[in-house]
């Protein structure tokens, strides 16, 4: 797990660097709501998985049109732009 709290703190560094209206900002966003939604432990672990696999993770919203919301229901790994 410690390769993943050095990422998300590396990430974080990043956003801060680049600014807040940077993609390394919206980014750090993600992590941080990521963290919030289902833990350090679990981030941490998706962090390491990513890096390992070359993709990040990304927020999805769960798509059901009766609900009508933008809130993020699960997290995913996608490939990198």
Known sequence: MGKGKDLFGHFNDLAKAKGPQSEESQYAGVLFQALLMVGERRVFELLEEA???????????????????????????????
């Open 51 to 81: 890096d390992e696999t070359g993709k990040k993770l990304e927020l999805e919203t769960s798509g059901n049109a009766a609900d009508n919301s933008e809130c993020p229901s699960k997290i995913i790994l996608v490939d990198k732009d």
